[in-house]
T-cell receptor
Framework: KQEVTQIPAALSVPEGENLVLNCSFTDSAIYNLQWFRQDPGKGLTSLLLIQSSQREQTSGRLNASLDKSSGRSTLYIAASQPGDSATYLCAVRRDTNAGKSTFGDGTTLTVKP | NAGVTQTPKFQVLKTGQSMTLQCAQDMNHEYMSWYRQDPGMGLRLIHYSVGAGITDQGEVPNGYNVSRSTTEDFPLRLLSAAPSQTSVYFC????????????FGPGTRLLVL
């Protein structure tokens, strides 16, 4: 059974700092890995999707990497801003057409002005 | 293009009552799923569907029924609500194949007394 772990559970940084969020998974037979952002009381918003054949994806100040063999992904946020404060979740999808996604518990990020 | 919509946003039920959570998407996605999100337990898959007329159980299906008569709609029925079903429920959709991202609805917050 796939297990997804996100460390740390919470992170507080001053504005402007670069930071890394971690996601690890136990079964490397994945189809893709997706990073989401969730604001309090809201749904999930997709940030980046990495296919199993890819090593990284970038969008603006965000960069996500994937090392399938070691079962790890990182989300790098450059020059953090207070508006980045949210919970960040990673989800790993199995490599079948009906592939189910397994989610981590998330990292709650607070960026202080 | 409304994406994934869910109704109601908030509902209070008494133990033993039944209700249906509505989910609709206008992106012609084959794959739809229902998750529940509980503190400390992340998102857990309840039921999913890979197309109209096809549904299957996820990780925590007990106490819930689903049907998929059209591509657009995927309602979740609580047969006899229990306090343990107090949670936030999210509906999501994506294409069945390929590397498409998963889109989430805004969620339904359910309180069972």
């Amino acid at each position: 059974k796939q297990e997804v772990t996100q460390i740390p559970a919470a992170l507080s940084v001053p504005e402007g700092e670069n930071l890394v969020l971690n996601c690890s998974f136990t079964d490397s037979a994945i189809y893709n890995l997706q990073w989401f952002r969730q604001d309090p009381g809201k749904g999930l918003t997709s940030l980046l999707l990495i296919q199993s054949s890819q090593r990284e994806q970038t969008s603006g100040r965000l960069n996500a990497s994937l090392d399938k063999s070691s079962g790890r992904s990182t989300l790098y946020i450059a020059a953090s801003q207070p508006g980045d404060s949210a919970t960040y979740l990673c989800a790993v999808r199995r490599d079948t057409n009906a592939g189910k996604s397994t989610f981590g518990d998330g990292t709650t990020l607070t960026v202080k002005p | 293009n409304a994406g994934v919509t869910q109704t109601p946003k908030f509902q209070v039920l008494k133990t033993g009552q039944s209700m249906t959570l509505q989910c609709a998407q206008d992106m012609n996605h084959e794959y739809m799923s229902w998750y529940r999100q509980d503190p400390g337990m992340g998102l857990r898959l309840i039921h999913y569907s890979v197309g109209a007329g096809i549904t299957d159980q996820g990780e925590v299906p007990n106490g819930y029924n689903v049907s998929r008569s059209t591509t657009e709609d995927f309602p979740l029925r609580l047969l006899s609500a229990a306090p343990s079903q107090t949670s936030v429920y999210f509906c999501a959709s994506r294409t069945r194949t390929g590397g498409e991202t998963q889109y989430f609805g805004p969620g339904t917050r359910l309180l069972v007394l």
